[in-house]
Each structure stands twice: as C-alpha cells, then as structure tokens.
C-alpha cells in the first residue's frame, strides 16, 4: 500500500491541498457509454487493504468534495455521480462481483483511486474523484472485457477529458 500512496503523499508533501483522482473504470448503469466521465460521491472498499497503519482513524464521510463536485458541474453540468467499488485486481470483476457490488449501492467498479482518496484525506487534502467509463462492467456487458477496448475508451476520451480538466482546475 505504500506504493499506492506514495503519490498522494508526494503531493502533500509538496503542497498540494486539492487531489484530483481520475481512473478508467466499468459501469454498472447501463446508460453509461464508453467514454462517459462520471464523478466519484462515495466509495466501497473492497480490498482487504487500507494505505493507513496503525492506530490512523480518519473519517470519511464526506471524502469526495461536494464543493468540488459542484466546481466540476460549473463545468460540465449534465455530469452524472456514482459510488466507486474498488476491487483488489489485477484482474476484472467477475459478473457475480458486478452484481454484488450492484446489490450494495455502486455504480462504478474498478481497481484504484479509494486507497488514493483514502491516503489523501490522511493528508488533508480536498478530493475530487472522476471515473471515465471504459466499458460496461463484466455481466452487464453482453461481449468478453478486455483490456484493448479500455485502452482505446481512454485514448478516444483524452480530448474531451483534458477540457473537462483544465475547466474543472481552471475554476480552483
């Protein structure tokens, strides 16, 4: 877990007061298309892990700004949110996980950002989460993942998100 952080706390270090977390991530919501940027409200941790040692108890309730989402909708207004489940990986959630991670409120599957957020409000720091959908998630899907049409949701999305970016860190 220290590597996870690692960069998080690099920025603290360095000053930073406001984290921005992107990752490329599955959709539960199947109105999500490939390419649909969709901001973090919450998160359920699913790895058996935490970035934290010993007897660090912060509170997460409020982990991903409001403030910041509200920035981020300035913005883009029609930005859609969901709970991020993340997963331990390397490799993608099975159907049966999906539907789980469904049942107990997300929206949103993937393998990072949590223990980032996590390693961030340890920091001090004002988080903002921001999932770029690459593809629905295993079971939701009806065709095999994999991971060149991750790849390729992200390489078609890089215009589109960088603008979405530089609004959103353009208003901070």
Not at 46 to 70: H, K, N, Q
Not at 105 to 130: F, P, Q, Y
Not at 136 to 164: F, M, N, W, Y
Request: charged fraction near 20%; aromatic fraction near 4%; proline fraction near 4%.
């Amino acid at each position: 877990m220290r590597r996870v952080a690692h960069s998080v706390r690099t920025a603290a270090a360095a000053g930073a007061t406001v984290m921005i977390l992107t990752n490329g991530a599955g959709g539960i919501k199947e109105h999500w298309t490939p390419g649909t940027p969709v901001l973090i409200s919450d998160h359920i941790n699913l790895t058996a892990d935490s970035p934290l040692e010993g007897a660090t108890f912060i509170d997460l309730t409020d982990l991903y700004s409001a403030r910041l989402r509200e920035l981020a909708r300035r913005t883009r207004p029609e930005l859609d949110e969901g709970v991020y489940v993340q997963f331990r990986g390397p490799h993608y959630e099975s159907p049966a996980e999906v539907q789980m991670a469904r049942i107990i409120g997300g929206h949103i599957v993937g393998m990072s950002t949590a223990l980032e957020a996590i390693a961030a409000r340890e920091a001090g720091m004002e988080v903002l989460g921001m999932s770029l959908i690459t593809n629905l998630a295993a079971g939701i899907q009806k065709t095999p993942l994999s991971h060149e049409e991750v790849l390729e949701a992200g390489r078609d999305a890089e215009d589109d998100l960088a603008r979405l970016l530089a609004g959103i860190t353009g208003t901070l």
